[in-house]
């Protein structure tokens, strides 16, 4: 079902996240196939971050098919055109290098249609001589689901050309180009820093924020002005949440917010299309 996995790969870890797939996939009931996922795309990369042998990074997402399900969890994707997605790591003499993705990365659903998240192995990267890697998305990026025995309604290939070669583009158009996905993107950077504490203190949470905007908008200085405050306006209603007790955790209340943003463009992308 997924693309043939790098031998690279840690045998052991992949074989664990394998078959909590494939048990989630076969305990699925027969329906419909989810919704084909825009990625949106980060030239400078979403940076992994390993814990317990496996390594994660998150892609901001948004969806391409109103009228299809959406993503419920259990949901494995690939990559629509292979190129459009690699890893650059840094190697151990200090050089940089990137290879295709795909034969290296699962992607899986993490929270509806706004985020995918991106797995691989510590002992992947180790091997590859990586000391940090990064996945870097291209623009017109598209996430495909992956067929399942028993699909009642499958994406059939000519939704996929479909998918791909307008429908993506007209998202870019609406979406990518706006001030709010680039902010959601600044929030997801913003909460893979944060952890899972229930609230942050305002110096921590201030030392947070100082960095991930140094890191991700430090290419793109002429679109700080108009995308930090739409991301700070965030942060500081998180940061009030929290101190209420509104929200069970800051990073949590961070993820809500990218979301609310996505979901909101979804909604524009949505109604720009004929007939919707």
Known sequence: ?????????????????????????????????????????????????????????????????????????????????????????????????????TDHVMFTESRGFMSIAARTTERTLKELGATEARLVVSAHAVLVPEPTEGDANPISPREVAYATQSLRGLGADIVDVSPNAKAATLLAALSKRVGFASVVPPADAEALWSKTVQ???????????????????????????????????????????HDELLRDLNQRYWRSQAGS
């Not at 045998?11 to 949106?40: D, E, V």
């Not at 700080?224 to 998180?238: G, N």
């Open 1 to 101: 079902m997924m693309r043939q996995i790098s031998t690279a790969l840690s045998t052991l870890t992949l074989l664990s996240l394998f078959a909590l797939i494939t048990g989630l996939l076969a305990a699925r009931p027969a329906a419909a196939a989810p919704q084909i996922l825009a990625a949106l795309p980060n030239p400078a990369g979403i940076q992994f971050s390993c814990e317990n042998g496996v390594c994660l990074a998150r892609l901001s997402t948004y969806c391409l098919q109103q009228r299809r399900p959406i993503p419920d969890g259990r949901e494995v994707y690939r990559a629509a055109t292979p190129a459009d997605f690699a890893i650059v790591y840094t190697a151990t003499d200090g050089t940089e290098k990137s290879i295709p993705a």
């Open 215 to 257: 890191q991700e908008l430090a290419a793109t200085p002429a679109t700080t002005a108009t995308i930090t405050p739409i991301a700070r306006e965030r942060l500081d209603s998180c940061m009030l949440y929290t101190e209420n007790f509104r929200y069970h955790g800051f990073k949590r209340c961070i993820d809500s917010q």
